[in-house]
């Protein structure tokens, strides 16, 4: 009898508070690395939204930028964000903001966007300079855009702007 009970009591395990306290410390550091983890893939999101967001935007001024120096005829209606002009090859190329905050590129009948969809255009600025031939300056546009997610995105605002100068001096 005596050597069960010494057997029973050279056992060893954890006692119920033991237990409970590891669970706690468990628990205390998976909150802690599921919050980083959160953050973490929270910045991660922004960063890849933001780094696409002004890549578009360069290469859609930049497309602008090509064509706009090649044209002639600037003409900005006061008041409005629209802006005309006549292109190398001769057809009348129309950018405008629509109301829902699209950027739009308008040759003959056909309209397209000209940034990516999850974006708008929440404020802009089109300032056209010098078009009067008689003015003896040389013809100049510049546009301000600025641009964020729609909604349901991480929000964040983009400003860029850009200034474009007739290549050809005396194409008014």
Do not use: H, W
């Amino acid at each position: 009898m005596r050597l069960i009970k010494n057997n029973l009591r050279s056992r060893s395990g954890f006692t119920m508070i033991e237990i409970l306290i590891s669970f706690v410390i468990f628990g205390l550091m998976m909150g802690v690395i599921s919050s980083s983890f959160v953050t973490i893939s929270r910045t991660y999101r922004y960063g890849y939204l933001l780094v696409n967001a002004q890549k578009n935007l360069r290469f859609v001024l930049e497309s602008m930028t090509r064509e706009i120096k090649e044209g002639s005829q600037y003409y900005k209606n006061p008041g409005s964000l629209y802006f005309s002009f006549i292109d190398k090859d001769g057809n009348q190329v129309e950018y405008y903001v629509d109301t829902e905050g699209d950027l739009i590129r308008k040759q003959a009948a056909e309209e397209l966007p000209v940034i990516a969809l999850d974006l708008k255009v929440s404020d802009a600025i089109i300032d056209v300079r010098c078009t009067a031939p008689s003015s003896g300056c040389q013809p100049r546009v510049t546009f301000i855009f600025t641009i964020q997610p729609r909604a349901g995105q991480i929000d964040f605002k983009t400003i860029l702007q850009t200034t474009i100068v007739q290549r050809q001096v005396g194409m008014y």
